[in-house]
């Protein structure tokens, strides 16, 4: 007699998994311009201030559990992302 097998929930895939590095920093950086704080985006490199304005312009909206989980894996340390 085959026996009955409970159907376990399945691991949740993280909402970011398929997010670039760039599009999670937009999206940080748009929070935090959101939130009231200044950045200063004129000390970044022309191209990059560039691809940043394009990242910020091209995000949609984005729930909350997506930028808790982005905001969650941020580097302790900036330079990680050199």
Do not use: H, Y
Not at 47 to 70: H, K, P, Y
């Amino acid at each position: 007699m085959p026996q009955d097998i409970d159907i376990l929930d399945p691991v949740p895939v993280p909402l970011t998994q398929d997010m670039s590095t760039s599009t999670k920093a937009a999206i940080v950086v748009r929070f935090l311009m959101q939130e009231g704080t200044e950045i200063d985006l004129a000390t970044l490199p022309t191209s990059l201030q560039a691809d940043l304005t394009r990242e910020i312009a091209d995000l949609r909206l984005i729930d909350r559990a997506t930028l808790a989980e982005v905001i969650e894996k941020l580097p302790m340390n900036w330079t990680a992302l050199d």
